[in-house]
């Protein structure tokens, strides 16, 4: 039998027990205890080569920089660049682990909208594919820095195109109301004002991000259709010809593979939690409007050579990642007088481990991974163990932005092993 949690080739199970690329992911835990992060190498290859796809069938120059900020362990990373990723890094910390886990600086992009003159300094020295500059006061330190080190620096501009998205309000970045880029007037003065045989910056592009978790096609359409007025603009108005344009990431990760398993969540929760984005599709509409719209503007050949940039992290990494806990206590809750009780169980993985499931009220679907053949229909509130209220499973404030309870087989235990799915992106990342 194959349950709609399964992903083929990599996550499955055998004599009712979950396996993850074959292996027994209970046994795992015994090896090491829990809480245990799991990854599969498999799953990493598998979602760079469906990007990869993507592209060959728009028909584009893709470059794939996996946003590093998802999970820069350095196993992973060494993973993402043997699977043909490029890279991209929001810090300099990020940087360093890029560059140490064998990525060529030509392979490396970085973002951010507080960037250091150190961490400046060190990406200029690297030589690095293109530093982000997010405000003309940060292309103004890019160029101070290059200038004192007699280097020239990578450059593209990213933008605040005024996009909206349907996800959670804290993951929207291309709003004018969101802290990132600058304004495309702005970006056409920087073409301007620093030349092409500008001695300190060599500014080659332009960025833009709608978001995280962004669920539907129409946003990166309008991105895509964004970046084509702002490159036809730039020709138009400067006489400068972009090497590259960068649609940022936010590619979304189906959440509730199984949403039987998603209990009492408020259907607006289910849209941004099971979405699936066909990107291949995506690029071949958008990529295709935007050479018809050239050809008609007469300036066809810029768009023939333009090489598209791409900043999956979610995409990426969140389902090739579980996290197994263990639950280590069990206790019984009246709900009020003839209303029943609650079954309560205290699992080892709290919001340290997960922080999005505090933060953004982030859905985990939770298997109980030796007993996967049993039916998941009996309700628990699960909760976390730090001496925090608002370590639970649940949403305390009664918004259902995640359900109030759990469907797991009936009487789970102490020592019974839950294996907590697509919890590869921000988790490890947030922790420290
Ligand atoms: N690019 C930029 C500039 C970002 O800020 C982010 C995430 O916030 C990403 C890419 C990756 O987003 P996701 O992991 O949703 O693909």
């Given amino acids: 039998?194959?349950?709609?949690?399964?992903?083929?080739?990599?996550?499955?199970?055998?004599?009712?027990?979950?396996?993850?690329?074959?292996?027994?992911?209970?046994?795992?835990?015994?090896?090491?205890?829990?809480?245990?992060?799991?990854?599969?190498?498999?799953?990493?290859?598998?979602?760079?080569?469906r990007l990869q796809?993507?592209?060959?069938?728009?028909?584009?120059?893709?470059?794939?920089?996996?946003?590093?900020?998802?999970?820069?362990?350095?196993?992973?990373?060494?993973?993402?660049?043997?699977?043909?990723?490029?890279?991209?890094?929001?810090?300099?910390?990020?940087?360093?682990?890029?560059?140490?886990a064998g990525f060529s600086p030509s392979q490396v992009i970085f973002n951010g909208t507080s960037k250091t003159e150190r961490e400046i300094s060190e990406a200029v020295t690297a030589g690095i594919y293109a530093i982000q500059a997010d405000s003309i006061f940060e292309l103004e330190r890019i160029e101070k820095v290059s200038l004192s080190l007699g280097i020239r620096a990578n450059v593209s501009l990213r933008l605040v195109p005024e996009i909206r998205s349907d996800t959670l309000h804290g993951l929207q970045t291309a709003l004018l109301t969101s802290k990132f880029g600058m304004m495309?007037?702005?970006?056409?003065?920087?073409?301007?004002?620093?030349?092409?045989?500008?001695?300190?910056?060599?500014?080659?592009?332009?960025?833009?991000?709608?978001?995280?978790?962004?669920?539907?096609?129409?946003?990166?359409?309008?991105?895509?259709?964004?970046?084509?007025?702002?490159?036809?603009?730039?020709?138009?108005?400067?006489?400068?010809?972009?090497?590259?344009?960068?649609?940022?990431?936010?590619?979304?990760?189906?959440?509730?593979r199984d949403p039987g398993f998603a209990g009492r969540m408020a259907d607006s929760q289910k849209k941004l939690f099971a979405s699936e984005l066909d990107l291949g599709e995506v690029l071949s509409r958008g990529w295709k409007e935007?050479?018809?719209?050239?050809?008609?503007?007469?300036?066809?050949?810029?768009?023939?050579?333009?090489?598209?940039?791409?900043e999956p992290g979610r995409n990426v990494i969140a389902d090739a990642g579980i996290c197994v806990t263990t639950v280590e206590n069990r206790k019984t809750r009246p709900l009020g007088a003839g209303q029943g009780a609650d079954t309560w169980l205290f699992t080892d993985a709290g919001f340290n481990i997960l922080l999005s499931m505090e933060t953004y009220k982030w859905y985990?679907?939770?298997?109980?991974?030796?007993?996967?053949?049993?039916?998941?229909?009996?309700?628990y509130r699960l909760a976390g163990p730090l001496c925090d209220g608002g370590d639970v499973y649940f949403d305390i404030e009664g918004k259902r932005r995640l359900p109030d309870h759990r469907l797991l087989p009936q009487g789970i235990v102490p020592g019974d092993v839950l294996a907590l799915l697509n919890c590869g992106a921000y988790s490890i990342a947030q922790m420290f």
């Fill in 290 to 310: 935007i050479l018809g719209r050239a050809e008609y503007d007469g300036i066809g050949g810029i768009f023939q050579d333009l090489e598209l940039l791409i």
């Fill in 364 to 379: 985990y679907q939770i298997v109980a991974a030796e007993r996967v053949n049993e039916p998941h229909a009996t309700p």
């Fill in 53 to 100: 796809n993507a592209g060959e069938k728009a028909g584009v120059r893709l470059k794939i920089c996996y946003a590093s900020k998802a999970n820069s362990n350095t196993g992973i990373l060494k993973a993402v660049r043997a699977a043909g990723s490029d890279i991209e890094v929001n810090s300099g910390g990020e940087l360093f682990k890029a560059l140490n």
């Fill in 184 to 256: 495309p007037d702005e970006a056409v003065e920087a073409f301007r004002r620093w030349r092409e045989d500008d001695p300190a910056l060599s500014i080659r592009g332009i960025h833009l991000h709608i978001g995280s978790q962004t669920p539907d096609a129409e946003p990166y359409l309008e991105a895509l259709q964004v970046l084509y007025k702002e490159v036809a603009r730039i020709r138009k108005e400067t006489g400068r010809r972009v090497a590259h344009v960068n649609l940022g990431g936010g590619f979304p990760v189906n959440y509730l």
């Fill in 1 to 49: 039998m194959t349950r709609a949690w399964e992903i083929e080739g990599f996550l499955g199970s055998s004599d009712g027990r979950m396996t993850m690329d074959g292996v027994d992911v209970s046994a795992l835990a015994d090896d090491f205890g829990t809480p245990l992060f799991i990854f599969s190498e498999r799953r990493i290859a598998s979602n760079i080569e």
